[in-house]
């Protein structure tokens, strides 16, 4: 008796056919019904029955399936229990994130991380959305980071993890100007706009706005930003509130805006019901303790 044939019996009683069985196990046809009948010949009785075109377990198929599922799970946990001997210690983790969360979330988070877990390896790449889910559909990273806008693929769970706000920056040497000026779409056009290029949650907002310059990097529309009178629609996130350094951008709500529309969540995003080893785990859990205390 091996695995396999035990696997054969719990996807029978699921399914009711070879075939079906055989797609689910990338196997041919053949292969499965060899053995079901080498299973039954191990057993000394009949398991499987044909009732109006679908295989039914008998009853002594059903007397077996409990302990073959039983057998099926102590083999997943004696396999996980050998893979985390070396995945402690020799932890890889891929991420894939959009641009904002990659940016100014991310990084603070995969610091404090590394410092904990020096041994393991994080590779991040910055994405468009449209990417980012591409890839978690073929299985190629283990978390993405997406705002809670996105449309998600199928079998995947999405968690919060953070909070952010799209608002205004201007230069926090520049003349100041009236919250009010920023307002209404007649007054837009007053004023001489950067735009970030790439894909992100800000679009709805730069939309509104003839840009005079575009710039594909968020840290290099703040600083044309910085120099000058223009503005730019920019995530909260973005800017740094440390009291004890001078600001080079000021970020402000926009007047107009709502603020249901205006907030949104940075989620982290993984497939459903597959199997975690210890470190992907472990950075889980990190996430969802670490990543909810910074908005806190």
């Known amino acids: 008796m091996n695995i396999l044939k035990l696997r054969i019996l719990m996807l029978i009683d699921k399914f009711?056919?070879?075939?079906?069985?055989?797609?689910?196990l990338q196997v041919k046809q053949p292969t499965v019904s060899f053995h079901m009948k080498s299973l039954e010949k191990e057993m000394g009785v009949s398991l499987f029955?044909?009732?109006?075109?679908?295989?039914?377990?008998?009853?002594?198929?059903?007397?077996?399936?409990?302990?073959?599922?039983?057998?099926?799970?102590?083999?997943?946990?004696?396999?996980?229990?050998?893979?985390?001997?070396?995945?402690?210690?020799?932890?890889?983790?891929?991420?894939s994130a959009e641009?904002?969360?990659?940016?100014?979330?991310?990084?603070?988070?995969?610091?404090?991380?590394?410092?904990?877990?020096?041994?393991?390896?994080?590779?991040?790449?910055?994405?468009?959305?449209?990417?980012?889910?591409?890839?978690?559909?073929?299985?190629?990273?283990?978390?993405?980071?997406?705002?809670?806008?996105?449309?998600?693929?199928?079998y995947t769970v999405a968690e919060p993890v953070a909070s952010d706000q799209?608002?205004?920056?201007?230069?926090?040497?520049?003349?100041?100007?009236?919250l009010g000026e920023v307002d209404g779409p007649d007054v837009l056009d007053k004023h001489t706009w950067v735009k970030?290029?790439?894909?992100?949650?800000?679009?709805?907002?730069?939309?509104?706005?003839?840009?005079h310059l575009e710039i594909n990097?968020?840290?290099?529309?703040?600083?044309?930003v910085s120099g000058g009178e223009a503005l730019a629609f920019f995530p909260a996130s973005g800017v740094d509130n440390n009291e004890n350094a001078a600001p080079a951008v000021e970020w402000l709500p926009y007047p107009e805006a709502d603020n249901q529309r205006s907030h949104y969540q940075i989620n982290i995003v993984y497939q459903q019901d597959t199997h975690m080893n210890l470190m992907q785990q472990t950075f889980l859990d990190f996430i969802r303790r670490e990543g909810l205390e910074m908005n806190s």
């Open 217 to 224: 990097s968020w840290e290099a529309v703040k600083q044309v």
């Open 99 to 154: 641009s904002i969360s990659g940016t100014y979330l991310l990084p603070t988070l995969m610091a404090k991380f590394a410092e904990r877990y020096p041994d393991c390896r994080i590779q991040l790449d910055i994405q468009s959305p449209d990417a980012i889910k591409q890839l978690l559909k073929q299985g190629e990273i283990d978390f993405a980071f997406l705002d809670d806008r996105d449309s998600l693929p199928e």
């Open 166 to 178: 799209v608002g205004v920056i201007r230069s926090a040497t520049a003349p100041a100007y009236k």
């Open 196 to 211: 970030y290029s790439g894909s992100s949650v800000v679009d709805q907002y730069s939309s509104l706005v003839k840009p």
């Open 49 to 95: 029955s044909l009732q109006q075109g679908r295989i039914m377990l008998t009853e002594a198929g059903k007397k077996l399936l409990p302990y073959a599922k039983q057998i099926i799970s102590l083999e997943q946990e004696a396999r996980q229990a050998v893979d985390e001997l070396t995945e402690e210690s020799q932890g890889q983790l891929h991420l």
């Open 16 to 24: 009711h056919k070879a075939t079906d069985v055989a797609e689910a």
